[in-house]
């Protein structure tokens, strides 16, 4: 059974850090992109960053390139989020999620395998 179990997040103020981690069991990392995607109040899921696999090419949606930063483990089987310079605008639930599809579709939440059950993240003064 395929488990993504996502961890870190949390309430910060404007410009402020926070590391998202997410820990995958039941499957082979060096298979799968891995990605993160967000869904905030009101809005659709979206893409936030990827790694293709097994690992050294990294996708970023516009409004994070250069505060963001995607990496894996995949012996540890896990996956980071480094999120800097935290804007309100990033308040989310951010998903962890693993997916076999083409790199083409990478961004595509409907081309995504499998989901974690999301951690909240919260950008506010």
């Known amino acids: 059974q395929v488990q993504l179990a996502e961890s870190g997040g949390g309430s910060v103020l404007p410009g402020g850090s926070l590391r998202l981690s997410c820990q995958a069991s039941g499957l082979t990392m060096i298979n799968y992109h891995m990605a993160w995607f967000r869904q905030g109040p009101g809005k659709e899921r979206e893409f936030v960053a990827a790694s293709s696999r097994p690992g050294g090419h990294f996708y970023y949606t516009e409004s994070v390139k250069g505060r963001f930063t995607i990496s894996r483990d995949n012996g540890k089987k896990m996956v980071y989020l480094q999120m800097n310079d935290l804007k309100p605008e990033d308040t989310a639930v951010y998903f962890c999620?693993?997916?076999?599809?083409?790199?083409?579709?990478?961004?595509?939440?409907?081309?995504?395998?499998?989901w974690g059950q999301g951690t909240q993240v919260t950008v506010s003064s």
């Open positions: 999620a693993s997916s076999t599809a083409a790199l083409s579709a990478i961004r595509q939440a409907e081309m995504v395998r499998y």
